[in-house]
């Protein structure tokens, strides 16, 4: 006779695979023989998220942005080291930027018994500025010496930088201090710091131990700002030629 099959709730009890006996489900070791159960690892969530397209595309416009900045910046710096605009003159003072400054850039000529001078100044705030240059001199109508100084001095000049105290004593017949001082030589160059710091000096070619002969001058002669930035990328600016005044 056919029998009805019935379901009933199947129960799994675990067994030990040395010994064979029951354990209950939460068992860790074998309470008979004390063969310590094995169970899987589980595997623990992962704590990094993922990078999707958004986040990607965020980073890449934030380097963009940052890219963009710098190139803002180093413009701003390098119009501010080469420009004449008196805002970046202005900032090139403050931070100790401020380039050469021509105080004669020609040829000229003085005659017998005379001297040319010129004035100039070294502003206020400004500090560790010196006078840089070189100066070569012939006599009227005569090809430059090859020596330094001539044997007959015809033709030599003497330079001088003086403060502005200094060359009123000068002009006046009388010696001084001066902050430069060549002697009577056909060439030279001219390197001095101007240590009294801000205020009016003077360079000046003289001719006055001549009595017959005018010299033909070239000079080339700058204030020199102290600064870190390279001589290179200073020339960028043309410097303008003083103006020099006979006596």
Same mark, same amino acid.
């Given at each position: ?9 199947? %129960? ?5 695979? %040395?010994?064979?006996?029951? $354990? ?6 074998? $309470?008979?023989? #004390?063969?310590?159960?094995? !169970?899987?690892? @589980?595997? =623990? ?6 990078? #999707?397209?958004?986040? #990607? ?7 963009? !942005? ?20 008196p805002f970046a003159q ?6 100790? $930027?401020?380039h050469d400054d021509a105080?004669?850039?020609?040829? !000229? ?6 001297? +040319?001078?010129y004035k100039f100044s070294?502003?206020? *705030? ?6 840089? *240059?070189? &100066? ?30 200094? !060359? ?15 002697? +009577?030589?056909? @060439? *030279? ?13 003077? =360079?000046?070619?003289?001719? %006055?131990?001549?009595? @017959? ?8 002669? &700058? ?13 960028? +600016?043309?410097?303008?030629?003083? +103006?020099?005044?006979?006596?």
């Open positions: 006779m056919p029998t009805e099959a019935t379901t009933s709730a199947t %129960k799994v009890i675990l067994g030990c695979s %040395k010994c064979g006996a029951a $354990l209950p489900d939460e068992a860790q070791f074998c $309470l008979k023989c #004390g063969k310590p159960m094995t !169970f899987p690892v @589980k595997e =623990l969530p992962s704590t990094r998220k993922p990078v #999707g397209p958004k986040t #990607g595309e965020h980073r890449r416009k934030r380097r963009i !942005f940052a890219w963009v900045l710098v190139g803002l910046l180093l413009g701003m710096i390098s119009w501010v080291v080469i420009s004449d605009d202005g900032v090139q003072g403050m931070v100790g $930027l401020k105080i004669i850039q020609s040829k !000229f000529s003085v005659s017998p018994n005379r001297f +040319r001078y070294v502003p206020d *705030g400004q500090a560790n500025v010196s006078i840089v *240059g070189q &100066f070569s001199a012939t006599p009227e109508n005569q090809a430059p010496k090859a020596s330094e100084q001539s044997s007959d001095g015809v033709g030599d000049i003497e330079v001088y930088v003086l403060s502005e105290p200094a !060359f009123d004593v000068w002009q006046n017949g009388y010696a001084t201090s001066s902050v430069y001082e060549s002697g +009577r030589v056909a @060439k *030279g160059e001219i390197q001095a710091e101007l240590s009294s710091g801000p205020g009016d000096y003077y =360079l000046i070619f003289s001719n %006055k131990f001549s009595q @017959k002969t005018s010299t033909n001058i070239d000079a080339s002669v &700058f204030l020199r700002y102290k600064s870190w930035v390279p001589e290179a990328l200073r020339r960028f +600016r043309k410097p303008t030629a003083g +103006r020099l005044i006979t006596e």
